[in-house]
């Protein structure tokens, strides 16, 4: 077994539930853990595998140095999670105060509904807040009364109205009008005609449904902006909280997941997803039907990728091609009338006319 694969090995079996079992432990007795920790820290996992392991009894299995460094950055990170949510409550309580009941996502959301058993164990980036359509300008005026920068703002048709920072905050405010950048896919009218008020303290704020938070975390991993699905891409972040979204959410409708995705084309994209959530982390195969052999053939190459990082980019212009002419795209825009061919080259046609060659080619190799 080479380094790679050891580590994924390593880090996957550590996250399970019972801690992989005997053969798991004698690995983590043996095994140099160098390559585990950089791999953990690289999908951002450090945290949830100190959770897992002290959960499992299985502590005592690591060096003495190495269960210093994962406690030292679980204890960071839940001090930092616990100093983001009462940024967080300071904001929803804000926003009431103007009107605005907003609505949390992602990793804000599990900050407040205990996906995790252990707050510490998640690793956030920012707070993704999304508000009512209309409330955004509002929204904005507030997150500067509180001190907030306007730090990014991004263009009319985005998804997000802008990032917001604020000087010594552990991490800035993301400000959504829309969940995904595809919101054909997954729209926020639907989204809130579903969502449940939560209420915390003196705030209150919407929760998508037990469904559509499914369907967020699996657009957002596998198809939101750059698409790593078309990249062959594994975080393993991602994949352990869909785990964790597998055994938590027993409301969940799958047959309309899984309905949804095959009706856009995606099929694979899911299907692999909950592959692997089910090889790496032992997760319950939550769908109604086995996974096919393309996607069975998709997850291998994301494996193969997620032990040989590079190969990711040999593939990124192919990728890219994939993204913009994906079938959900193209339907959109042009409501699949006509043949699928006809239908790409109409779409080629019209991305070349709003694009130089230079444009064109950089879109192409774009990598981020």
């Known amino acids: ?18 801690g992989g079992g005997k053969s798991a432990a004698e690995r983590r007795r043996r095994c140099d853990w160098t390559a585990p920790l950089e791999l ?14 002290r959960d499992a009894d299985a502590l005592a299995e690591l060096p003495a ?14 001090e930092r999670n616990e100093a983001l949510r009462r940024q967080a409550v300071e904001l929803l309580e804000a926003l009431n105060g103007a009107g605005i009941r907003p609505m949390l996502l992602k990793g804000a959301l599990a900050l407040f509904t205990g996906l995790y058993r252990d707050p510490a164990a998640r690793m956030l980036r920012d707070i993704d807040v999304l508000v009512p359509s209309g409330c955004e300008d509002n929204a904005a005026i507030v997150l500067q009364r509180l001190g907030y920068r306007l730090a990014t703002k991004y263009e009319v048709g985005h998804n997000a109205y802008g990032d917001f920072e604020r000087p010594h905050d552990p991490g800035a405010v993301d400000l959504h009008v829309e969940l995904i950048e595809t919101p054909h896919l997954l729209a926020a009218r639907d989204v809130w005609g579903r969502a449940r008020k939560v209420a915390y303290a003196d705030s209150e704020f919407y929760a998508p449904s037990a469904t559509d938070a499914v369907l967020h975390h699996l657009l957002h991993a596998q198809i939101h902006y750059l698409g790593n699905f078309y990249r062959g891409i594994l975080e393993l972040r991602q994949v352990y909280e869909f785990a964790q979204l597998l055994r938590r959410s027993a409301d969940v409708d799958w047959p309309e997941i899984a309905q949804r995705f095959e009706g856009h084309g995606l099929a694979v994209a899911l299907e692999s997803h909950a592959l692997a959530a089910l090889r790496l982390f032992g997760a319950p195969w939550p769908l109604p039907r086995p ?32 993204a913009a002419f994906a079938t959900h795209r193209v339907s959109n825009l042009y409501g699949g009338e006509g043949s699928r ?3 790409t080259v109409r779409h ?10 230079r444009d064109a080619v950089g879109r192409l190799f774009r990598v981020q």
């Open 348 to 357: 080629a046609l019209r991305y070349l006319q709003k694009k130089t060659a």
């Open 65 to 78: 140095d190495v269960v210093d460094y994962l406690g030292l950055v679980h204890r960071l990170n839940g």
């Open 291 to 322: 996974p096919s052999r393309r996607a069975v053939a998709h997850f291998h190459r994301c494996m193969l990728q997620l032990r040989m990082p590079t190969l990711t980019w040999v593939s990124v212009p192919f990728a890219n091609i994939r």
């Open 1 to 18: 077994m080479t380094s790679a694969a050891l580590a994924l090995t390593v880090v996957s079996e550590g996250l399970r539930p019972d």
């Open 341 to 343: 061919v006809a239908l």
């Open 40 to 53: 953990a820290n690289r999908h951002w996992v450090t945290p949830a595998l100190y959770a897992a392991l």
